[in-house]
């Protein structure tokens, strides 16, 4: 707080050991300063030395610096509030270059001028660690340093900067200031910014940027305040190679940049001017091509909220063509009207380049351009113009539509989120016709009433190249167009209100025009039984080849019953499917050249007795039904035994499935043989767990038996039980059924004994599923033997037991006769599991082979099940899971999987498939077109697989499941994957847990192609 005499800096000169020193009064002046020049020398570790707040000036900084300069650890200086000026300030930077270890250097409200701050500038020529120079107007002025390793460092590019903020600025200062910076190492940023600015300083200035060495930017805000200081800057994109970017607003705040490539040469620079919020109006633009050049480069045009309107747009739009390189242009916000959407839309089907236009609220908002450089051949390119959140009156359809029938690229229309009245969607309708070359017209968020989506789906009638409607006031909404007459239309129409039937007339009548439909989806529209009625009943007149969606339609049972009845009443109705569950699921199917059959599906229906008696009179009406399914009814005892004595069948036969919950199995086995009991057309009988299969066949006599036990020699019998099985139920119901043709005891724990008891006993035995309650080798060898006696069985499963060498040499000379065998995750030594594939090369006959998580293999066991799957000419079913083949396994198994015609699945999950070989996987298996299941989870699958599966499933019409599990697709997998979705219109089960993207929302919304799909994980 007190400040130090002359006489005390001899006392100071004997503390050597100081690191900070520190002056702060204005009694310390020039005199001062001169004592203690001489004393510095002594202070051999000094770091920081500060002399502010006094009353130096240049002599007295003089004097200091001569002391400092013998400072070689000095690391801070700070003559910050003295009187130095700018001669004083040029004393103290002539220490710069001997003072290795300067990090800042304090010389603010110094009565410094621009000079002051030039001479800084200069010294960065000679003093290469000067890293930044820092100044704003007389209140700072920093210079801060390097450290000599970044220095010296051949991997670090040291980044310099100069800031000059708020200087008074003319021509003749800036020429100097800039020549200075002609000489300077590179900058990194240069900013300029506030201050007080003329034109003829600022156009000095763009003089000598070419002549300038920046890296990064040069920041001039609050310099450019006029369009001429504006115009005057555009030119640096044409006349300094270097730039790259140029942004200027002149509303407050007032910015200006200018960005510079380094490194990169002109060729292949994107360059970008942004001239956004500065009031430029029509008669400026011309100011500004001038100023860009004749050829300008340019790849981003912002031309947004200005004042430009719709003769802006225009001269825009003039000399677009110019403009060789650039890709967007942004005109938003600029008061543009319909008449300039007219125009862009004109623009749009005469330039080559220009290749999307989208708008919004009418012009007022966004106005946004999209073009595709120096593209000359702009047929095979599609072309799109949107508009969105736009009030569109019936004058503005017809200008803009009117304008795109020139188009001669394909071409995309929307109207998104736009507010369309009866006449504009008239007007719509009309000139749709003669758009040529138009592909898709997306109106979604824009039809949200029935009665307009009533009348633009009338384009059904009025133009031939419809291939697919779709509206709906929650989802996408939008028209299809083939460039020829299509064959099929593809029509949907969910989450609107049909309650008034009227509506629903006006929709058939247009439906029932000579156009065929391929699939109809009336989901979600409140229609109720009174408007499905109404539709089921102009089902004849209607043109359908695939399926009719009904699903959450608010159906009561007796709705539902009316849908079934479409069986019998619609000769080309296939199949139905209903349910009240939650899923809420109403389909009506149409029949296909391969089907000779019909079939019902009920489900979730809370039915009752009158109304399973409904459902034996549509059988009996229905001569080529064929499958009758009921899950989940809340059936009772009586009412299917009642159901049961009444069903006919014609003489193809109908097979009738029920399962219910309280169906165990000895439920299961007192009602199969009540069945038999009440109706003699009963051929075969199926349980399986909860549920009865009934297989019924017409015969000469009368359905309806007497209550006494019948005889069940005639009826062929299939078991599988739970796993509370008791004993005495099965020992009693192969008695009932000595028929049997299928056991599953494969989750019961039986005792071999017990098996080697029943099997003699069922001479019609075909097909085998064992669980054991010992799993030890010598079970297997004693069941072998008895299989070995049993030589009607074809259908072995014998999955997840231990297999010794013995069992393995019996179980091979069974092979030859079986047509299914399942070894999945058994346990057997080397040479025994070797004895088993080999035998396989015997199997000619095999339909199903599962051989999953192959255990305790020799190395060459692969190479024997290839030899053998060569063979099997006839297979159906192929799992082997967990091999770890690899892609040279894959590739043996690809040669064979072109000859498999009748394959239906195929399970290849942890094979340690790469994406080269699951590519080649996929071209193979288009050769089967009958396969319906297809799992390949626990790889290394990623975008090349994906791309395959977007060429070949769309062929695979059967396909029913799809697991890709666990491997590693991107972004672009995930796009593919999505375009093999939406194909495959019998999907009903997707796996895609951890397939290596998050980003499946592309996959799930094709998802909604699928009207089966029940299981998505």
């Known amino acids: 707080s007190c400040s130090m005499d002359l006489e005390c800096l001899d006392v100071l000169s004997g503390c050597r050991n100081i690191h900070d020193l520190s002056f702060r009064s204005r009694k310390y002046g020039d005199k001062f300063a001169e004592k203690l020049s001489t004393v510095l020398p002594e202070f051999r570790t000094l770091r920081k030395f500060e002399f502010c707040c006094a009353s130096l000036t240049a002599a007295g900084a003089a004097s200091l610096a001569s002391g400092l300069q013998e400072c070689a650890t000095i690391t801070e200086i700070n003559f910050s509030d003295n009187n130095l000026q700018d001669e004083g300030i040029r004393h103290v930077a002539e220490i710069f270059p001997k003072l290795q270890n300067l990090l800042s250097v304090t010389l603010g409200r110094n009565n410094a001028s ?283 359809v017809t200008k803009i539509c009117k304008r795109l029938t020139r188009c001669r690229s394909g071409l995309e229309l929307e109207f998104s989120k736009c507010t369309f009245g009866e006449k504009a969607i008239g007007n719509l309708l009309k000139v749709l016709p003669d758009m040529s070359t138009l592909q898709r017209l997306d109106v979604s968020s824009s039809v949200t009433m029935v009665t307009e989506a009533l009348s633009l789906i009338r384009c059904l009638t009025d133009n031939q190249r419809v291939t697919c409607v779709e509206f709906s006031p929650q989802t996408e909404s939008f028209i299809m167009f083939d460039g020829v007459k299509a064959e099929e239309v593809k029509c949907r129409l969910t989450g609107f209100c049909f309650r008034d039937v009227a509506s629903l007339k006006r929709l058939l009548e247009i439906l029932q025009q000579d156009q065929l439909i391929s699939y109809l989806d009336l989901s979600d529209n409140q229609l109720e039984d009174e408007g499905v009625k109404f539709l089921i009943d102009s089902l004849p007149k209607l043109h359908i080849s695939s399926c009719i969606n009904l699903s959450y339609n608010r159906l009561s049972r007796q709705g539902l019953m009316g849908v079934a009845t479409t069986l019998s009443t619609c000769p080309d109705v296939s199949n139905v499917e209903a349910s009240l569950g939650e899923e809420k699921r109403c389909l009506i199917w149409f029949r296909r050249q391969d089907e000779s059959g019909k079939s019902l599906r009920i489900s979730n229906g809370s039915l009752e007795r ?33 159901f049961i004595r009444v069903l006919t069948c014609s003489q193809r036969g109908l097979t009738v499935s029920v399962e219910e919950s309280w169906i165990g199995s000895e439920e299961a086995v007192s009602l199969a043989h009540r069945c038999l009991q009440l109706n003699k057309n009963i051929s075969t009988l199926r349980i399986h767990q909860t549920g009865l299969q009934l297989s019924l066949m017409n015969s000469e006599l009368t359905s309806v038996r007497r209550e006494e036990a019948i005889p069940a020699e005639s009826a062929t019998a299939i078991v599988s039980l739970g796993d509370r099985i008791q004993l005495p139920l099965v020992e009693g119901f192969t008695h009932q059924f000595p028929q049997l043709t299928e056991l599953d005891f494969s989750t019961d724990r039986l005792g071999v004994e017990f098996l080697s008891s029943l099997l003699p006993s069922l001479p019609n035995l075909t097909s085998l599923s064992v669980g054991i309650k010992e799993r030890t080798p010598a079970v297997v060898e004693e ?155 626990s790889n290394f699958l990623g975008d090349l697989t994906a791309a395959s599966m977007s060429l070949v499933l769309p062929s695979m019409t059967r396909l029913a499941v799809l697991d890709v599990s666990v491997n590693r697709f991107g972004k672009d997998g995930s796009v593919s994957l999505a375009k093999a979705v939406r194909s495959l219109t019998n999907l009903r089960k997707i796996h895609l847990t951890s397939v290596g993207t998050s980003e499946l929302s592309v996959v799930a919304a094709s998802l909604g192609k699928c009207p089966f799909i029940q299981d998505v994980g």
């Open 114 to 396: 621009l000079k002051a701050a030039r001479c800084l500038v200069e010294k960065m020529t000679f003093c290469l660690n000067v890293q930044q120079i820092h100044a704003d107007g007389n209140k700072e002025l920093t210079v801060t340093f390097l450290q000599s390793s970044d220095v010296n460092s051949r991997k670090t590019n040291p980044e310099r900067a100069v800031s000059l903020l708020n200087q008074k600025w003319n021509k003749p200062g800036m020429q100097k200031f800039a020549k200075s910076l002609t000489k300077c190492p590179p900058l990194s940023v240069l900013n300029l910014s506030g201050g007080q600015w003329d034109e003829e300083a600022l156009k000095t200035l763009t003089q000598f940027v070419p002549k300038l060495t920046i890296t990064e930017k040069i920041t001039l805000n609050g310099s450019c305040t006029s369009v001429e200081g504006l115009v005057v800057l555009t030119a640096l994109l044409s006349e300094c190679p270097s730039v790259s970017d140029l942004q200027i607003r002149l509303q407050n705040p007032v910015e200006a940049s200018v960005g510079f490539a380094e490194g990169k040469p002109g060729s292949e620079m994107s360059k970008t001017l942004s001239l956004s919020c500065c009031n430029l109006l029509p008669n400026d633009l011309e100011r500004v091509w001038k100023s860009l050049g004749p050829s300008p480069d340019l790849a981003v045009l912002d031309l947004s909220s200005n004042r430009l309107g719709d003769k802006g747009l225009k001269k825009l739009l003039d000399v677009l063509s110019h403009f060789k390189k650039v890709q967007r242009v942004n005109v938003s916000e600029n008061g543009v009207s319909v008449d300039g959407a007219v125009l862009l839309a004109a623009a749009l089907c005469s330039s080559y380049t220009l290749c999307n236009v989208h708008i919004s609220d009418g012009g007022k908002g966004q106005v946004l351009l999209q073009l595709r450089p120096d593209s000359s051949d702009n047929k095979h390119q599609t072309k799109a113009f949107r508009m969105k959140s736009s009030s569109v009156l019936p004058p503005d």
């Open 610 to 642: 009158d109304h399973l008696i409904s459902l034996a009179e549509i059988v009996s009406r229905c001569p080529s039904l064929t499958r009758l399914v009921l899950k989940n009814n809340t059936l009772q005892w009586e009412w299917m035994e009642t």
């Open 783 to 937: 069941l072998s033997q008895i299989l070995l006696q049993t030589t009607s069985i074809q259908r072995l499963n014998l999955s997840g037991h231990s297999i010794s060498d013995a069992a393995a040499q019996s179980l091979t000379e069974l092979f030859p006769r079986l047509r299914s065998i399942g070894l999945s995750c058994c346990v057997w030594s080397e040479d025994g599991g070797l004895q088993l594939i080999r035998a396989l090369r015997r199997s000619k006959r095999l339909e199903e082979l599962c051989l999953d998580a192959a255990l305790q293999l020799k190395e060459n066991s692969w190479e024997c099940l290839a030899e053998a799957l060569g063979n099997m000419t006839s297979i159906q079913s192929l799992k082997l899971d967990g091999w770890r083949m690899n892609d040279g396994g894959i590739q043996q198994l690809i040669k064979l999987i072109p000859g498999w015609k009748q394959l239906k699945k195929i399970s290849l999950s942890k094979n340690v498939i790469s994406d080269a070989s699951g590519e080649k996987l996929l071209d193979a298996l288009k050769s089967c077109s009958l396969l319906e299941e297809l799992h390949l989870s």
